[in-house]
């Protein structure tokens, strides 16, 4: 099984800037498009970001478009969200994912999750 585990998450202003990371099990899951969704309390979970597996693709969400940058470093099997000029709106847990398919990140059905990492922004 690919197992994900993100770090990163925090209490921040708005205004400011955090990156959250994602290390995955092994080095198998280098063959895995990765991504980013988030739940905000009271509202069903959003895709975030997306990215294939050697980089060559990317995709965001337009209510973070500009702001976040979507990354990884697959010698280190780690995966990362740097997300600049939050504000309130982006309060929420973010999941980290992997699927065999980058296009399943806006078809559905996305195979592996993290357990998530709680992101708060203060107005």
């Known amino acids: 099984q690919v197992q994900l585990l993100e770090v990163g998450g925090g209490l921040v202003q708005a205004g400011a800037s955090l990156r959250l990371s994602c290390t995955t099990s092994?080095?198998?899951?280098?063959?895995?498009?990765m991504g980013w969704f988030r739940q905000a309390p009271g509202k069903e979970r959003e895709f975030v970001a997306a990215?294939?597996?050697?980089?060559?693709?990317?995709s965001y969400a337009g209510s973070v478009q500009g702001r976040f940058t979507i990354s990884r470093d697959n010698a280190k099997n780690t995966v990362y969200l740097q997300m600049n000029s939050l504000n309130a709106e982006d309060t929420a847990v973010y999941y980290c994912?992997?699927?065999?398919?980058?296009?399943?990140?806006?078809?559905?059905?996305?195979?592996?999750w993290g357990k998530g990492t709680l992101v708060t922004v203060s107005s």
């Open positions: 092994d080095r198998t899951s280098t063959a895995y498009a």
């Open positions: 994912a992997a699927d065999g398919s980058y296009s399943d990140f806006k078809r559905g059905g996305v195979d592996y």
């Open positions: 990215i294939s597996w050697n980089s060559a693709s990317k």
